[in-house]
């Protein structure tokens, strides 16, 4: 993944991604295909599928997390491709808002293919992978979620919605869970797009 600090003939807001093939570095023509595979378009439970962006350009990533009932004293909190103390809030969240009991379960948490994210909008996937694993339900299939959470337990609006719902319509994602408020900025129409408020619709939504 190559960044632009200084760009004097465009934005440093772009990035480029590049892998290596039998004739040097090779462009990568769909980046969001090199973190997914054909498994993240059926359903499995601790598995969700979220869009980011990075610069100007939308990604889809794999959200994983398993949460296992803890054998030492202390419950494991881990967390990786995304910060710790962000893992420690939401499991809080979930656990006042939800009255879902994580505190006696070691919980772990990753973005899948090495990718560390620190935009907000990828709390609510990170919340329902962790809620789909604790219970073992999976989420619906070919159904991609973005949204943040803020402490009160409310989907709050992200920015670019409708470039990440556009991105998962090319990769055969068949609904989107977004912030209501965002709902209306949406131009896809090969796509269900389900708005919400809270995490407990979401909840209901995404593993109902």
């Known amino acids: 993944m190559l960044r632009a600090t200084k760009n004097r003939f465009g934005s440093v807001a772009e990035i480029g991604l590049f892998e290596m093939g039998p ?14 595979t054909s498994e993240n378009i ?6 969700v599928v979220s869009g980011v962006m990075e610069g100007n350009r939308p990604l ?19 967390a990786s491709g995304i910060d710790s103390k962000k893992l420690a809030l939401l499991l809080a969240i ?11 379960h070691d919980v772990f948490a990753s973005v899948a293919g090495g990718l560390r994210i620190a ?8 919340l329902i992978a962790i809620a789909s694993s604790l219970q073992n339900r999976p989420v619906r299939a070919r159904t ?23 991105e998962a319509a090319k990769l055969g994602f068949t609904t989107v869970i977004v912030p209501e408020t965002n709902r209306a ?15 407990q619709t979401a909840l209901d939504i995404s593993l109902g």
Do not use: W
């Not at 935009?119 to 990170?126: R, T, V």
């Open 185 to 199: 900025q949406v131009q896809e129409k090969s796509v269900e797009v389900i708005g919400v408020t809270d995490i």
């Open 42 to 47: 059926t359903h499995r439970s601790g598995s």
């Open 119 to 126: 935009e907000p909008s990828l709390d609510l996937a990170i």
């Open 60 to 78: 889809l990533v794999e959200v994983q997390a398993l949460v296992t009932r803890a054998t030492y004293s202390a419950p494991q909190r881990v």
């Open 94 to 104: 979930l656990e006042k808002r939800l009255e879902m009991q994580v505190s006696a």
């Open 23 to 36: 004739r040097g570095l090779e462009e990568v023509k769909n980046p969001s295909s090199l973190f997914l």
């Open 144 to 166: 991609m979620i973005v949204g943040e959470v803020g402490l009160s337990g409310e989907v709050r609006g992200i920015a670019q919605i409708d470039r990440r719902v556009s």
